[in-house]
């Protein structure tokens, strides 16, 4: 397909960034309030501990459908589903090409292609149906799609599953993923991609891939940095920093009272990172996820930089309040800069 005519169809693509983050700031408290729960399967229409699920309400031109059907690197999805990484991906071409797929029921799974760096797992599906619509409509019958990682379901710190319709038969998702623990499966993986009674088809599918870790620098810091509240209710580490190709990743602990654990009372503050030039990461630059089950261990995702930094303002905020009220804005005592020499 000619380069003139696809590049004007990327721009044909409409998933609003305001309705994305009111869904991410809502899956984000639907997960800190489900976790226990240990969903391991989930819809993606529906967000949870493991998987918080943000649709696309736009739908793919006919010149971007056709696109996906002439080229194997898909690239510019990756911005349109705001990934941390997509300019990196892209600009780079930093992602494996699969095409590998499973077709019964009139459906067929294809993965696309797939990035991996040990901290970060991204992996684009496509779904189409060989002779009639795709049942978008109804929640019930979308079925399960998850990804396992040499057999088993990775623990996430963050997760999202972001879909689209490219047109009636065809659907484009991308599987994100920011895992628990940096560095736990090392430099090659088994990827599988799983389906279960799929928009109105019945039965499973399975797609596996083995995938090397993407070549890159990786530097990795540990400051011992660590704030506390006045009135000693809170305290904030910031464990290591750590800066990825696919990410730049932040691990924090965060201490605060036992009864908030046992009556589940316990925070999850919203975060803004500045950097020394003073950019600001937030909204859909920075992502927020939990390690436990009880929001101790934390970890923030913000893009991947070029140049470390030579410090980093980590600053949580109070959201259940109103302004002007003491719960709202900023914790001015669990403010902490980095400092990366």
Not at 4 to 11: A, E, L, M, T
Not at 17 to 38: S, V
Request: aromatic fraction near 8%.
């Amino acid at each position: 397909m000619d380069k003139g005519n696809f590049r004007p169809s990327i721009d044909d693509i409409s998933i609003p960034e305001k309705l994305l983050k009111q869904r991410e700031k809502t899956a984000i408290y639907k997960a800190k309030r489900t976790k226990r729960k240990n969903i391991k399967r989930l819809s993606s229409l529906i967000a949870s501990g493991l998987c918080l699920s943000v649709l696309g309400t736009g739908s793919l031109s006919p010149t971007l459908a056709q696109s996906f059907s002439h080229i194997p690197f898909i690239g510019p999805i990756y911005s349109q589903f705001h990934d941390l990484a997509a300019e990196r991906i892209e600009q780079n071409k930093l992602a494996t090409v699969i095409e590998k797929q499973d077709t019964h029921d009139g459906l067929s799974m294809n993965v696309k292609e797939a990035v991996y760096d040990e901290g970060r797992l991204v992996v684009t599906v496509e779904y189409k149906g060989d002779y009639s619509k795709l049942d978008l409509g109804n929640e019930a019958n979308q079925g399960y799609r998850y990804i396992t990682i040499n057999g088993s379901e990775p623990n996430v710190a963050i997760g999202s599953s972001t879909s689209d319709d490219v047109n009636s038969n065809t659907i484009i998702e991308s599987h994100q993923f920011t895992l628990a623990n940096y560095d736990e499966y090392g430099d090659s993986i088994t990827v599988a991609v799983h389906g279960e009674d799929l928009f109105g088809r019945k039965g499973n599918w399975d797609v596996s891939f083995p995938l090397e870790k993407v070549e890159g620098t990786i530097q990795t810091f540990t400051p011992h940095a660590k704030v506390q509240t006045e009135d000693r209710i809170y305290t904030l580490s910031v464990d290591q920093v750590s800066f990825l190709p696919l990410s730049t990743r932040i691990d924090l602990t965060l201490d605060y009272p036992s009864e908030m654990d046992e009556n589940d009372t316990w925070p999850s503050f919203p975060y803004v990172v500045t950097d020394d030039q003073g950019h600001v990461y937030k909204d859909l630059e920075l992502q927020y996820g939990q390690v436990d089950a009880s929001g101790h261990k934390i970890v923030l995702a913000l893009p991947p930089m070029n140049t470390v930094p030579k410090t980093l303002t980590i600053q949580p905020h109070y959201d259940n309040g109103d302004p002007g009220t003491p719960n709202y804005g900023e914790i001015v005592d669990l403010k902490v800069e980095v400092p990366l020499n």
